[in-house]
Structures are given as C-alpha cells and as structure tokens.
C-alpha cells in the first residue's frame, strides 16, 4: 500500500495542508485519525490550530501503527501541549477485532484520553459485525468497554433505534461528514434522530481522499 511509503516530512507536510486549509474556511478544532502522530502533532502546534491527533490503529492493516506505540507516545506526552492532545485511535471493528478494541477502550481509560473510531460507515460494515457478533456495532463498542463519554465515532450512517439510544446513554459523540458519506455512497446518517435523542454531533469532512477538500 502507499501509506507504507510515507515518510515523517512527507506526512508532516501533508498535515500542514490539512490545518491550513481547515483553518482557512474557519475550523478551529480538529481532530485526525493519522499514520504518524509525531509529524502531526508538530504541524498542529507550527500551524496554531487545536487537534486531537488519533494515531491509525488496525491489526488488519499492517501499515498501521500499534496500541503499544500509541500507549508510549501517551506515556511520554511528547509534542503534546494544552490545545494539541494525543488520544487513542482505532480503524473499526471489523479491521481491528474485538480484542484489540477491548485494549484500545482499556488504553484510553488508563491514561484518561478520548478513543476515536470509525463506526457503522456503510450498510456492508453494519451487517458484517451483526453477522459476526450478532449486535450492531454501537452495542458491541458497549460490551467491549469501547463505548462511552469519551468516545467519538466517525459517520454512524447505520444506526438503528436502539443503538441511536445507547449512543445518547453512553455520552459518545458522533462525527458527521456529510461530503464523504454522498460522494462514497455510504448512505445519509440520521442526524436529526441523534440531535432529538441528545447526541452531541460535530461536523467532519473525512479525509481528502473521500471528499476532494478539507474546506468545511
């Protein structure tokens, strides 16, 4: 894959492009699910915006980084400031599995840091976890200790009633990206059904590969 060809300047500059065109139409706060939190975090700060920089986490993907190099960054807090946080990331559930989603909520609990997780992007990511585990994956998150006022979960397009529910009891937090979801096809997310039920939604554009721009 081409993200195992990345390197730290590449990435850096790439995240310099991220925060300044997200700043340029007026978005303050970001948080990126990235390959090489490092460059990120040092962008964040030379650019002044305020991020929340989820490293890319899947056992399924293995250009992606580790919960293990993701605990020492944590423990080492290096290059993160009051405005640039480091949390826990992870792909999903069905790239990661159970257990290591178990370790990512285990991992952001200890160190009292926010875990960011796509969740119920398409139809097919929906049915493949019920098939699997016979729940959704909101409902999953929540047996798995995955899911609670510290999580945020990217799209959340599938969502039936009951899940919708646990999402509002837990306090999790949804990141809607519209663009990525209608240029994908992977459906349109139930906004004002999360909105009446007391989820907190914050506006996303996913990355650029899946919207074209990062210009809200």
Known sequence: REQSHLTEEQAYVAALATYCEALLSGTTAIADMCLHP????????????????APYVAQSKPFTRTLADTERWLCSQD?????????????????CGDEQVRAGGALAQR?????????SETRSSFQQTLRRTGAGPVSRLS??????????????????????????????SVAHCPIAN??????????PELLDQGV??????????ANNNLDM
Not at 38 to 53: E, K, S, T
Request: with cysteine; net charge neutral; glycine share 14%.
């Open 38 to 53: 490092g460059p990120a975090l040092q962008a964040a700060r030379d650019i002044g915006i305020r991020a929340v920089i």
């Open 79 to 95: 290059g993160q400031t009051e405005c640039v946080r480091l949390w826990v990331g992870l792909h999903d559930l069905e790239s």
């Open 111 to 119: 160190h009292g840091v926010g875990l960011h997780m796509h969740c």
């Open 143 to 172: 047996v798995l200790g995955a899911l609670g006022s510290r999580t945020l979960l990217a799209h959340c397009v599938w969502l039936d009633e009951p899940e919708i529910r646990l999402l509002a009891n837990a306090g999790a």
């Open 182 to 191: 209608l240029k994908l096809g992977s459906g349109v997310a139930r906004v």
């Open 200 to 209: 907190v939604v914050a506006l996303g554009t996913d990355g650029a590969k």
